[in-house]
C-alpha cells in the first residue's frame, strides 16, 4: 500500500487545477452575479496584492470581498500574510481545488470555497461579515474603479498617495 502525504494529496483527486484555473472560474461566477472582480488587487500602501477580489455594483452594499488561492496544501500551511488582508475587505475566502483543504484546517475569520475540474465553485465554508472601516472601503473602491477604467478605457492614472 502506497503513502500519500497530505502535501501530494491532491494529485490523488483528479485535480491538477491552477491559480489561473481558480482565478478564472472566479471571475466567471462573479461575473455572472454581475459584481466587479479583478485579480492581484493592491491594498493598501503595503504593497500587498489579494489573488482576487470582487465587489457588488452598489455604493450602499457594495460588500468587498478578498480571495487567496491555494494550489497546495504547502502554500497554505506557509501563509502567514493572510490576515493583513482582513482589514480590506468585509468577507475573506481562500480558493483552493476541490478537496485540497477542509472547512476545519480554515481559521473562523475565513471561509473556504472550492473549485472542481469542470470550473464550477462551491461553497464550503461561508466568511464570517466583518464591519469594513469607510477609509478602506472608498479606498478600495477607488483602486477597483481606476483599474477597472485602465482596463477597459484610457484614462489618467490616479495618485497612489490619494488613495489611501
Known sequence: MAVVYEEDLHKFIGSNKTAGDIVLALRNRHNDRMEVN????????????????????????????????????????????????????????????????QPEQIDERAGLVWVDDKGYVSLKKNSPNRKLEEKHKNAMMQRILYRYMFKHGDLIQPHEDRLD
Open 38 to 101: 479583478l485579480n492581484e488587487v493592491e491594498l493598501g500602501r503595503s504593497g500587498r496584492r489579494a489573488d482576487f477580489y470582487t465587489m457588488r455594483a452598489s455604493w450602499t452594499k457594495p460588500m468587498p470581498t478578498c480571495y487567496e488561492i491555494k494550489v497546495s496544501v504547502q502554500d497554505f500551511k506557509n501563509d502567514k500574510k493572510w490576515h493583513l488582508y482582513l482589514p480590506y475587505c468585509e468577507r475573506f475566502y481562500f480558493a483552493c481545488p476541490a478537496g485540497l483543504l
